[in-house]
């Protein structure tokens, strides 16, 4: 890559041991000229950086801040690194740095033992020597790290405080105090490392779901090895999963993990989706099926004809965006990132005040006294630890982390933090009704020819039902409209496709029907409107009965005669009212809305029965906007839920945009702010209910970060906040900040 032109460098970032090691990035690496951009996400170790630097420049910069950039994992990415095994035990044993300060720490705790149990003059000077060497020796890689930070980053970071704070302790006599603080940081480094990679563990097994191999049948021909006919024979052959191309033959034996999502061409057996659509139960794929990749299959063999590689697939793309996703900072991240800027030198600045002002002012004591109290130099050292933003910085990545791959693991995928935090402010759902609230997928209800005595009912039950059917199959043959479709459908299973042959001159009339000409008549499909414009509006009024009901009726004319009419009835999904109670329920004041372009009498019909708040019907897609407009300017922010593509406008107007199932489609991943892989209402509350969680929880941390932060600058200053106990309390606040962030990962 040239320096000289404006590029985006992207990569993995490894050596990153806390919250405020990324801003330490961020800092050293603007100070590259060239420069435009760079965002460092540390529950992600991402980087990204715009301008004119070459990526060879961002690795020597990293290196001489102490990090480097993780080696590129296979294109499945199946190869992440783990995070560690055995838990914090283990990790501590065979971590090296760990292993130095384990060492030192039992070598101080042996020698302190033995100078308060002996009489022995040079103990106390073994003593103070002890806890002086231990210092140098675990402290010496945190010295290094903050001297690099201070000189390329142009940043003071924790890990030159916590040099001074020991420095500092050494040069008044307290050695313990300065052996504590140095091994005291070293343990809580350790310890979020440990907590941040578990974190991290969850989004990486997101991204091991597809297999590194797959097996594809190659086919040859026989003849080459002796067979006179050339007759072709297949052999087996394991290849990885990045070697898998669009068109191979598949073989995926009981057991295995689907490598590319991809459509069987033999076989049958149930396939375990739960790992990339959240659903739990195995459902039956059988010839002609679409598979998915990362999907396990049951008890048979399948042939899989290839559709997508290996790293478009829908798990590859799931897994990359969710990534992207944990990468973008809320406005609650972004808050914290600019306070943790200012907050640090402001602590720094107070910290040296609260030691020059008493004793050049006042008269204050610099250095310890006699009678155990502390003087200024020590509260003022022991505010440069407290002035540490690691459990600030990491408070709300962690969450929104956690909250992230949550969904993820249900077959929820939110694009970010930021569409997340929207999410938890969203008062009024707005939902399409085609394939949202209904099946999407009409049927035909109810049929009554003009000459029927018998009233309108599910099935054709006579002759002159079956002619209206017929007839109106003649001209909806060719249409593409799903209540052709349906009407096609009772055709079929009444045998009646036959009856007359496919109409000629067929012309769609815009939102009333269709009509065409059979034989030398013509015949209309359509609604009461185009009946009128044909001239056949006097013979409505005997279908007064039918169109009274809730259906969508199409009536049937040959030339200017009603003949009958036909209804066709879109039903609710089967979750529909369910979700809609809980909903309720579990959302105090949410609303619900529901925007159609259906028309007013069925769209009021099914707002009733799911006693809905609001209902807009016969919109069209810019009428759409303008009700999402006003739905914003009545309740406050607005989701709207609907099929990702026909709505994709409206997605996009909205606050945020839900869209109904993602498994398989690229266009609803990419256009919605929400996706809900499975084609499933069901996951809509707990969706709102995570997100409404996550932001409590992000408030949670930040009151901790700043209330204990508050607490021990209050005792800092009178001196009662010794240096280890002001260590204990940064690190135990970023662990516990980050523990309860973890909570999300398993939240009901």
């Known amino acids: 890559m040239a320096g000289a032109s404006a590029q985006v460098v992207r990569a993995k970032i490894a050596g990153m041991d806390c919250g405020s090691c990324a801003l330490t990035i961020e800092d050293g690496l603007r100070q590259l000229p060239g420069t435009r951009r760079v965002a460092v996400d540390f529950t992600t170790e991402t980087l990204e950086l715009e301008g004119e630097v070459s990526r060879e420049q961002v690795e020597r910069r990293l290196r001489q801040l102490g990090y480097r950039l993780a080696e590129p994992a296979p294109a499945t990415g199946s190869g992440q690194p783990a995070a560690p095994a055995g838990g914090p035990v283990r990790f501590f044993l065979t971590d090296p740095q760990q292993q130095v300060a384990l060492v030192a720490t039992l070598v101080v705790l042996g020698v302190s033992l033995f100078a308060w149990l002996s009489e022995w003059d040079p103990a106390q000077f073994i003593f103070s020597f002890t806890c002086t060497a231990a210092a140098a020796v675990v402290g010496t890689p945190t010295l290094v790290k903050g001297l690099r930070a201070l000189w390329f980053g142009r940043r003071v970071s924790i890990e030159l405080l916590m040099t001074v704070a020991a420095l500092g302790a050494l040069c008044i006599g307290e050695m313990g105090e300065a052996a504590t603080v140095v091994l005291l940081f070293t343990f809580g480094e350790g310890l979020e490392r440990f907590s941040a990679t578990r974190a991290r563990e969850s989004l990486k097994s997101l991204m091991s779901l597809q297999p590194e191999v797959a097996t594809v049948i190659r086919a040859h021909a026989a003849g080459a090895h002796g067979d006179e006919h050339g007759a072709e024979h297949e052999h087996h052959e394991t290849v990885p999963a990045s ?50 990749a990362g999907t396990v299959n ?5 042939r899989v004809t290839v559709t997508r590689l ?49 004793t050049l002012f006042a008269g204050g004591q610099l250095l310890d006294g006699g009678d155990g109290s502390h003087g200024w130099l020590y509260r003022g050292l022991a505010l440069l630890i407290i002035a540490c933003p690691c459990a600030l910085v990491i408070s709300i990545p962690v969450t929104v982390v956690s909250s992230l791959t949550r969904l993820a693991r249900l077959g929820v995928l939110v694009k970010g933090g930021e569409q997340l935090d929207r999410l938890a402010e969203v008062r009024t759902l707005a939902f399409d ?54 009407i096609m459908a009772r055709a079929r299973e009444r045998g009646l496709t036959d009856r007359y042959p496919p109409a000629a001159a067929v012309v769609a009339a815009a939102g009333r029907g269709v009509t065409g000409q059979l034989q030398g008549v013509a015949v209309s499909v359509g609604t009461e409107a185009l009946m009128s414009a044909r001239g056949a509006g006097a013979g409505v009024g005997q279908f007064a009965s039918l169109t009274a009901s809730r259906r969508t009726v199409m009536l049937v004319a040959r030339d200017a005669a009603v003949v009958g009419a036909i209804g066709v009835e879109d039903a609710l999904r089967e979750e529909t009212q369910e979700v809609l109670d809980t909903l309720r329920r579990t959302v105090p004041g949410l609303r619900t809305a529901m925007l159609t372009g259906d028309n007013e009498r069925v769209a009021l019909d099914v707002a009733q029965r799911l006693n809905l708040d609001e209902v807009r019907a016969q919109l069209l897609p810019a009428d759409k906007l303008t009700a999402i ?120």
Not at 250 to 268: C, H, K, N, S, T
Not at 270 to 292: F, K
Not at 664 to 680: F, H, R, W
Request: some cysteine; charged content about 20%.
């Open 433 to 486: 009704k085609t394939g949202t609230l209904t099946r999407g997928r009409p049927s035909v209800t109810a049929v009554q020819g003009r000459d029927c005595a018998h009233e309108p009912q599910p099935q054709a039950a006579c002759e002159g039902c079956d002619e209206v059917v017929a007839l109106a199959a003649s001209v909806e043959g060719s249409s593409e409209h799903p209540i052709a479709h349906a």
């Open 298 to 302: 049951g008890e048979g063999a399948l």
């Open 629 to 748: 407009e006003q739905l914003r300017s009545a309740h406050g922010p607005v989701a709207m839920v609907g099929d990702g593509i026909n709505d994709a406008p409206a997605l996009a107007r909205a606050d945020v945009g839900i869209a109904m199932g993602g498994a398989g489609s690229a266009q609803a991943m990419e256009s919605a702010d929400v996706v809900l892989m499975q084609d499933d209402l069901r996951r809509l509350p707990t969706t709102l209910s995570v997100a409404r969680s996550n932001r409590r929880i992000v408030k949670q941390n930040i009151a901790l970060s700043l209330g204990l932060k508050l607490a021990f600058l209050a005792l800092a200053i009178p001196g009662f906040a010794t240096l280890w106990l002001a260590v204990v309390a940064d690190v135990g606040t970023t662990v516990l900040v980050t523990l309860n962030g973890m909570r999300m990962l398993k939240a009901k």
């Open 310 to 358: 290996a790293a478009d697939s829908t798990v590859a793309r799931i897994a990359r965006l969710v990534e992207q996703a944990q990468a973008q900072r809320s406005p609650a991240e972004a808050f914290v990132d600019r306070f943790a800027r200012w907050y640090t030198p402001a602590v720094v600045a107070l910290a040296l005040l609260v030691v020059a002002v008493p």
């Open 243 to 292: 070697h898998v191309f669009v068109g191979d033959l598949m073989l995926v034996r009981p057991g295995e993990r689907i490598a590319a999502d991809g459509v069987i061409v033999q076989g049958e057996s149930s396939l375990n989706q739960a790992a990339v659509t959240g659903e739990s139960i195995p459902v039956a794929r059988g010839t002609g099926d679409p598979v998915l």
